[in-house]
């Protein structure tokens, strides 16, 4: 399984970006796809995950934000990131998860500076 994410940059406070990662190559049927960042010095967190299904879960931090979508026909997940913060900073990278197991992506940097 490959999963290429991109989208990522340096963006000023209260712009916008739009992650996507897709994945390719053979997998288990997938249940659910997200986005997890980690800022430096910190842990990994969830930003937002959507099930095939289409029910979400975001982070309290990025509600109202963020908007996560699925092309299911594609295997692609998106991440609309609106009214950036610096707190927002950090690598994020992409999860698909399937029956079977979890895939991660590289990661795409994001840097909210003015």
């Known amino acids: 399984v490959q999963l290429q994410a991109s989208g990522g940059g340096l963006v000023q406070p209260g712009g916008s970006l739009r992650l996507s990662c897709a994945a390719s190559g053979g997998m288990f049927a997938i249940v659910a796809m997200g986005w997890y960042r980690q800022a430096p010095g910190k842990e990994r967190e969830l930003a937002a995950i959507m099930s095939t299904a289409g029910t979400t879960n975001y982070a309290d931090s990025v509600k109202g934000r963020f908007t996560i979508s699925i092309d299911n026909a594609k295997n692609t997940v998106y991440l609309q990131m609106d009214s950036l913060k610096p707190e927002d900073t950090g690598l994020y990278l992409c999860?698909?998860?399937?029956?079977?197991?979890?895939?991660w992506g590289q990661g795409t940097l994001v840097t909210v500076s003015s």
């Open positions: 999860s698909v998860v399937t029956v079977r197991n979890i895939n």
